[in-house]
């Protein structure tokens, strides 16, 4: 299964910098999607909790 938003390149293999450009935009992501679930349970909690 392959990611169609990501470039590929049939006959040449990435670079060193290609791919650690690309696992910072995966750990950012992450990071992001983290951030976003942890701020969404502590308002809910407190949304909860003044009811």
């Not at 910072?24 to 909690?45: D, E, G, N, P």
């Amino acid at each position: 299964m392959s990611n169609p938003s990501l470039p590929t390149k049939p006959n040449r293999k990435t670079s060193f910098g290609d791919r650690c450009v690309l696992m910072a935009k995966r750990q950012r992501t992450r990071f992001y999607i983290l951030r976003r679930c942890v701020s969404m349970l502590l308002c809910w909690h407190d949304h909860a909790i003044s009811d």
